[in-house]
């Protein structure tokens, strides 16, 4: 397996993990933005980590910040509105498949922005994935 499809699954791994957990936040009563704080400095702080690590200093160009900032607050915002469903007794069956379709927006940028090309099984994957998902959040 290559390197590439084997960081995609630990994505996958820890996507779940946080999405969980944001079900554990909200159906504990977690104040949102409390424990959206909790989560950026953990962020923060693996960050920070793998500076030293990798002995690499942190540089950024003024695009990449204003592109990293504003992904931020898109997530902080998607996040927070996620915490919020299950804080209002929102179920992880309905929901997480739901807040799951956001990789279609992701396929889609990709498509336009990067002109990755349209192929017949990208479609069906896609109309399938959409398809599962309707199906799960039923």
């Known amino acids: 397996m290559n390197t590439p499809i084997v960081l995609a699954l630990i994505t996958l791994g820890c996507g779940g993990i946080i999405r969980f957990f944001s079900k554990v936040a909200g159906s504990n009563e977690g104040y949102g933005p409390t424990y959206m704080v909790a989560q950026s400095i953990a962020f923060g702080s693996v960050a920070i980590i793998i500076h ?29 509105a996620l915490l919020t469903a299950f804080k209002m007794g929102g179920e992880g069956s309905v929901l997480f498949p739901i807040s799951g379709m956001s990789v279609l927006v992701a396929v889609i940028l990709s498509i336009i922005v990067y002109r990755e090309p349209v192929t017949a099984t990208r479609l069906l994957g896609l109309g399938l994935g959409i398809s599962s998902i309707l199906i799960l959040s039923r």
Request: glycine share 18%; net charge positive.
């Open 52 to 80: 030293f690590v990798q002995k690499h200093p942190p540089e950024l160009s003024l695009r990449m910040t204003g592109v990293a900032m504003f992904g931020g607050m898109a997530g902080a915002i998607g996040v927070f």
